[in-house]
C-alpha cells in the first residue's frame, strides 16, 4: 500500500468493512477529529482490530500531512446501524419522519437478530417487510426533494438507504455482488482515482459468483487480483469448536498442494505471476489443480481445497511463515 501510494499514486484503500463506518476512519487519517482508536472501533470486525491495522491507519495520518493524500473507504453490507444513524440526523429536524426512521431501526434490528448466525441467506418475516420497505420508498422521496440536500448529499444518503436494501436481500452469494456493487459506487464518484481493494483471497478472486468476477466483469483489465498464501505458522481465528478467537497454529501443507511446492522454492516471499505461468505448457499444471489454502475467521477442519488458482488470481503473493496479529 505505501509503495503503490507513494510510487503509483493510488490514492483511495478500500476495505472488506462496513461502508459507512470504514469511511469514518478518514476523521482520524485525514480529518484529525477523531482518535486511533475510534477509527479502529469504526472498522468493527476483529480480524481489522489490530496493531497491524494501527500502524497502517498512523502511516495513512502521516501520509496525508503532505501533498498527497489517500482516502480509506470500505464496501461491505452486514450491517445497517451507521446508515440509519446517519439516516436520522439527515431528518431529525423532521419530527414525524424522524419517529418512522426510528420505527425503521427498531425493525431491522430486530430482522438482524432472528438472522444472526445465519450462513446462507436472511429470512425478512412480512411483519418486518410490512414495516420497512413502505418507509425505505419514502425516504428514497423525501431524498431526492429535499432542496437542502447537494447532489452529494443525494447520493450519499440514497447509498445509505440502498445498504439497508442489501441488507435484507443478505445471503452468501449476493453478499459478494453487493460488495462489488459498493466498490462501484466508490469508484463512480471518484472517477480519477486508482484503488487499493484488500479483502479475503475468497472474495477478490476471479470465481463464479465471487466479489472478483463481478469486478472482473465491469472494470476488465483494469482489475488485477493478487491472492496471498503461505506455508506454515500461526494466525488469528476463532477455534474450530470452541469458536473463541485465539492465536490458530496453520495446518502444515501437504504434497499436492501449492503452498506445499511454493515453499520447495527456498525463498522465503515473492510474487508469482500466474498469468506467465500458464502460458508456459510445461507449468501451468502447477497453478490449476491443487489443494490451495482457504481460511477466514474460524479454523476450519481442513484448510486446503482444490483451487485454480492461474483462473482466480492474476498474481500470488507467496510468504514462507506467517505470524498471528496482533491486539493494538
Not at 510510487?7 to 472488506?16: A, G, T, W, Y
Request: hydrophobic share 35%; no cysteine.
Amino acid at each position: 500500500t505505501r509503495y503503490l501510494a507513494k510510487n503509483q499514486n493510488f490514492n483511495i484503500f478500500s476495505l472488506e468493512a462496513y461502508m459507512q463506518q470504514a469511511y469514518l476512519a478518514n476523521d482520524y487519517t485525514i480529518k484529525n477529529t477523531a482518535t486511533l482508536n475510534e477509527a479502529l472501533k469504526n472498522l468493527v470486525f476483529f480480524v481489522w482490530k489490530t496493531q497491524e491495522m494501527s500502524t497502517m491507519l498512523q502511516w495513512m495520518k502521516q501520509y496525508n500531512n503532505g501533498s498527497q493524500k489517500i482516502l480509506f473507504t470500505g464496501f461491505d453490507m452486514q450491517d445497517a446501524t451507521e446508515p440509519i444513524k446517519q439516516l436520522y440526523k439527515a431528518f431529525s429536524e423532521d419530527k414525524d419522519f424522524a419517529q418512522k426512521i426510528e420505527k425503521l431501526s427498531s425493525a431491522v434490528k430486530e430482522f438482524a437478530n432472528e438472522n444472526r448466525g445465519n450462513t446462507k441467506s436472511y429470512t425478512l418475516k412480512k411483519e418486518h417487510a410490512d414495516i420497512i420497505y413502505p418507509i425505505i420508498a419514502e425516504l428514497k422521496t423525501k431524498i431526492n426533494e429535499n432542496p437542502k440536500f447537494s447532489v452529494n448529499d443525494k447520493s450519499w444518503q440514497t447509498q445509505n438507504v440502498r445498504i439497508i436494501e442489501q441488507l435484507l436481500e443478505k445471503s452468501n452469494i449476493n453478499r459478494d455482488k453487493f460488495m462489488a456493487e459498493n466498490f462501484l459506487w466508490i469508484k463512480e464518484h471518484n472517477p480519477n482515482s486508482k484503488f487499493i481493494i484488500s479483502a479475503h483471497n475468497g472474495h477478490i478472486n476471479n470465481a463464479k459468483n465471487k466479489m472478483g468476477e463481478y469486478l472482473k466483469d465491469k472494470l476488465q483489465n483494469d482489475y488485477k487480483t493478487f491472492g496471498f498464501a503461505f506455508f506454515d505458522g500461526e494466525y488469528k481465528a476463532r477455534g474450530t469448536k470452541d469458536k473463541i478467537l485465539g492465536t490458530q497454529t496453520a495446518q502444515k501443507p501437504y504434497l499436492g498442494t501449492y503452498e506445499y511446492w511454493l515453499n520447495s522454492l527456498n525463498v522465503p516471499y515473492f510474487i508469482l505471476d500466474l498469468k506467465e505461468m500458464k502460458k508456459d505448457k510445461d507449468l501451468s499444471w502447477l497453478v490449476s489443480d491443487l489443494d490451495f489454502r482457504s481460511v477466514g475467521h474460524t479454523k476450519p477442519t481442513n484448510e486446503f481445497y482444490q483451487t485454480d488458482i492461474s483462473d482466480n488470481y492474476d498474481y500470488l503473493i507467496f510468504i514462507n511463515k506467517s505470524t498471528s496479529s496482533k491486539r493494538p
